[in-house]
């Protein structure tokens, strides 16, 4: 989910389990969603992407859920791998007409 | 990543110098993006560019002048850094607004201001 003060929220899971992270948008025109990973040391990187006439995407081991009516976005990472730790954030877009606008983070730490 | 390159990578400098990053994209991409990066904060925008010799300001622009005299090049200036510059920096690029695919981001800029 987003954070609250200086820290980001940390979710740790089991090499294995599923993982589920969580975003709040504010924005109701918002219309284009995005979920980026981050490694340590790197530039975000595009995972998946949904939009808004969509509740549902899936991907590689990824799934993305939305949920207009409480503004509400989810990543969903199938059997966590190591390679999966990382912070991950959700942007939203609207129409195109301004820049996207990227949520504070949730870091994924996967214990071997 | 490939396609967008961004330098220095670390960058040290003392309060009141004037420093620029630089970004270059080979994607021809009209969008350019400056964002800064804090713990507590995520990625906040700093200025943007839809195309050559156009740019407009973001959510936090002062302190920075940028310019786009080039499709490919974004630079990012500090006309005279002050500590609460210290940050990540991170250049992006993408064919429009939304991007297909989002934006593509660079490795980073690392600048403390000491």
């Known amino acids: 989910g987003e954070s609250v003060g200086l820290h980001l929220p940390t979710l740790s899971v089991q090499e294995g389990d599923n993982s589920i992270i969580n975003c709040a948008y504010s924005?109701?025109?918002?219309?284009?969603f995005i979920w980026y990973k981050q490694e340590s040391g790197k530039g975000p990187q595009f995972i998946i992407d949904?939009?808004?006439?969509?509740d549902k995407r899936q991907g590689q081991r990824v799934t993305v859920l939305l949920n207009k009516t409480v503004k509400h976005l989810s990543l969903q990472i199938a059997a966590t791998q190591p390679g999966d730790s990382a912070v991950y954030f959700c942007?939203?877009?609207?129409?195109?007409?301004?820049?996207?606008?990227f949520g504070k983070g949730t870091r994924l730490s996967v214990i071997a | 990543d490939a396609g967008i390159t961004q330098s220095p990578r670390y960058k040290i400098t003392e309060t009141g110098r004037q420093v620029t990053l630089m970004c270059h994209q080979t994607w021809s991409h009209s969008y350019m993006f400056w964002y800064r990066q804090d713990l507590g904060h995520g990625l906040r925008l700093i200025y943007y560019s839809a195309a050559a010799d156009i740019t407009d300001k973001g959510e936090v622009p002062d302190g920075y002048v940028v310019s786009r005299s080039k499709t490919e090049n974004f630079p990012l200036t500090l006309e005279s850094a002050t500590r609460s510059q210290t940050s990540v920096y991170f250049c992006?690029?993408?064919?429009?607004?939304?991007?297909?695919?989002?934006?593509?981001f660079g490795s980073g800029t690392r600048l403390t201001v000491v």
């Open positions: 942007a939203e877009g609207a129409s195109g007409n301004t820049p996207l606008v």
């Open positions: 949904i939009r808004s006439n969509m």
């Open positions: 924005n109701s025109a918002s219309d284009y």
């Open positions: 992006a690029s993408s064919g429009n607004f939304a991007g297909n695919y989002g934006y593509t």
